[in-house]
């Protein structure tokens, strides 16, 4: 079998990651879970939604991680990412969360992508099959994912150290266990130990037995290939935690079984809880309606306008389950949102967390520019606004490179980006006030443009034509 190639372990230090992803060797490093205790805090929080198994895990678990007996040393906890899309999104920052969470309190935490598991799909939650991945189409989504959660697991640790010893924090793909396995011989020796009954009475397996368009084979043997991938870091790296959404408890319980068979130890399973939208459906691509975390599908003015948007009655829970800041501050926080409501101090606090925890510094100072320019026609935030920023926050606008001749006109300008009709009527488009440059309406079309007026200081022009129809204009030999 082969080892897994993304990282290894040597001398207590993790190769192939950033320096910063240091494991201290054992016996050197505590763990520090806080007053209260790691798992209480996030139940409160309402992080971690559900234990298993449920008769041992109210005294063992808490042990393992508050006041275990063998001096409180760092546990491995991990949680899968299957690459069925090439970008995580809104719906994975929790789990990715309960990790960091981990991570902070000292423990070591592994992001496996499911580099293999991908192709066959997971039923969880799924009332039709994935359509099917070719094996280069799911290893460029699992690149991209190990990019996503490496970029996430750097702005964490950058934006938002708290002075403590973290653990490590690594990135695996399970196709490195699994690429050199052959068929039979995994069957021979996996297969024998999972009972067809245990496994067909799972919510998911019965959910969709009974659904018209039933289950394949590929989609049925998922849960035993996640009940492996949790023995493989059970083995390997000491992993006796794993971490999911609600929807996974039925697949934890596999890794769970196969492992106790295997080795008479107990493993445990945490999972968090999902995010729906406002019609209640479950936040994700297979829904249609993701909120991506990478800036090329969802940029970090739509992250944070997706948080800033969040309803008075779910603000307080998603501070809680979103961000690091302590309950006391979120109820301060609060308090003062009783107070003044319509300045929305809750929604911003949320996105800005959220969305520099995504994108980092520069990506939040990014998302309140285009919230400037946007919504309060703020002329400075569009002067210092960058190509690919203007193009984010105006996605369906035409974009023209254009040469300033002496004496360019609002007319002229207008005809050239294709932006008004030629002729009369597009000449009353302007004279009756249905054109603006740079959230100022012009009626002159013989107007010659203005350096720092019609045109700004980096060399670009907002056009707009009546409520909602954008163009942008970067203009050439300046």
């Known amino acids: 079998m082969a080892a897994p190639v993304l990282c290894c372990f040597f001398r207590g230090r993790c190769f192939g990651t950033p320096g910063w992803l240091t494991v201290l060797p054992m016996g050197l490093r505590k763990a520090h879970s806080g007053p209260q205790g790691l798992l209480a805090t996030q139940k409160k929080r309402g992080l971690f939604k559900e234990f298993f198994p449920d008769k041992i895990t109210e005294t063992e678990l808490p042990e393992l991680f508050d006041h275990g007996t063998a001096g409180n040393f760092p546990q491995t906890i991990y949680c899968g990412f299957d690459p069925t899309a090439d970008s995580l999104h809104v ?18 935490v592994i992001a496996l992508v499911g580099g293999a598991t991908a192709r066959l799909g997971d039923p969880s939650g799924r009332t039709k099959e994935r359509e099917a991945m070719d094996a280069k189409r799911v290893q460029a989504n699992a690149l991209a994912l190990r990019r996503g959660l490496e970029s996430l697991a750097a702005n964490h640790h950058q934006f938002f150290a708290d002075g403590r010893t973290w653990g490590s924090f690594t990135v695996l793909d399970n196709s490195a266990w699994y690429q050199s ?13 999972f009972r067809m009954g245990t496994l067909l009475s799972r919510l998911s397996v019965q959910t969709r037995l009974k659904s018209p368009e039933g289950m394949s084979l590929a989609e049925f043997l998922y849960q035993v290939l996640q009940a492996y991938d949790f023995y493989y870091l059970f083995q390997h790296y000491g992993c006796r935690v794993q ?9 934890i319980v596999s890794g769970y079984e196969f492992i106790h068979k295997l080795t008479g130890e107990d493993v445990f399973g945490i999972t968090v809880p999902l995010i729906t939208s406002t019609a209640g459906a479950k936040l994700g691509k297979s829904a249609g309606n993701a909120v991506w975390l990478n800036r090329d599908k969802t940029s970090p003015f739509e992250l944070y306008q997706f948080f800033v948007r969040q309803q008075d009655d779910s603000v307080e829970r998603y501070l809680k389950l979103f961000t690091f800041l302590p309950l006391s501050e979120i109820n301060h926080i609060m308090q003062l949102h009783v107070k003044e409501p319509e300045k929305r101090g809750p929604q911003k606090r949320l996105a ?7 994108h980092g510094r520069e ?18 935030a569009l002067e210092v606004m960058s190509d690919e920023e203007l193009k984010e926050l105006f996605k369906e606008a035409s974009f023209s490179e254009l040469v300033l001749d002496p004496g360019t006109s609002v007319l002229d300008t207008c005809r050239k980006a294709n932006a008004i009709p030629n002729g009369p009527r597009g000449y009353r488009m302007i004279t009756e006030g249905g054109v603006s440059i740079n959230h100022r309406q012009v009626t002159n079309p013989e107007s010659v443009l203005v350096v720092g007026q019609h045109i700004l200081k980096n060399g670009l022009s907002l056009l707009k034509i009546g409520k909602r129809n954008f163009y942008i204009i970067k203009w050439l030999q300046l």
């Open 91 to 108: 719906g994975h920052l929790l789990a990715l969360l309960g990790l960091f969470h981990f991570q902070r309190a000292g423990h070591n």
């Open 181 to 193: 396995q052959h068929l039979v011989d995994f069957l021979a020796a996996v297969g024998g130990h």
């Open 243 to 251: 971490l999911g959404g609600s929807d996974q408890l039925g697949n």
């Open 352 to 358: 800005a967390e959220v969305t520099k925890l995504v």
């Open 363 to 380: 990506g939040l100072e990014s998302a309140k520019r285009c919230t400037q320019a946007l919504y309060h026609n703020s002329i400075d």
